[in-house]
């Protein structure tokens, strides 16, 4: 199985961000433990600071047939209809993930513009969201595809 794991602007300083709100773990260091979790999933990881350049990688993995997408779009969570379309448009299975709960801190953080194309949503449960997110892919998606 082939899952996508994608994280957008800021998200590469993970560790070295605001370790109080976002954990003390790197993204390589998350990325690691996916990959010693689950080694039946080929990973294909990528993070960048640009809205245009995560919706090009979702493009490319769509057309590698690369349609399940753990998700942490930053603050592009917020604002982002371009990314919301790309997700709805290439008929991505994507698992919305936020480190911290994104309902107990600034009000702007407490809508998500993805979450209506997405299949779920975890919040707030720190670098296990994305473990978490992993196993509902690979046991729930397809069954309603
Ligand atoms: C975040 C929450 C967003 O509001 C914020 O802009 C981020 C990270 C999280 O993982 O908690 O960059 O998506």
Redesign the pocket.
């Known amino acids: 199985t082939d899952i996508g794991v994608m994280n957008?602007?800021?998200?590469g300083r993970l560790g070295r961000r605001q370790p109080e709100?976002?954990g003390h773990l790197g993204l390589a260091d998350i990325e690691r433990d996916l990959l010693g979790e689950f080694p039946e999933v080929t990973f294909h990881f990528f993070q960048s600071n640009h809205e245009g350049r995560l919706i090009d990688q979702l493009e490319a993995w769509a057309d590698q047939g690369i349609r399940r997408v753990v998700l942490?779009?930053?603050?592009?969570?917020?604002t982002s209809y371009a990314l919301r379309d790309a997700i709805e448009g290439l008929e991505l299975w994507v698992v919305e993930?936020?480190?911290?709960?994104?309902y107990r801190?600034e009000g702007f953080?407490a809508h998500s513009v993805i979450a209506p194309v997405a299949r779920g949503q975890i919040?707030?449960l720190g670098a296990l969201g994305y473990r978490l997110a992993v196993r509902y892919l690979l046991d729930e998606a397809g069954v309603e595809a």
């Open positions: 957008g602007p800021n998200l709100i976002y942490n779009p930053g603050a592009l969570t917020h993930v936020h480190l911290s709960n994104i801190r953080r919040s707030g």
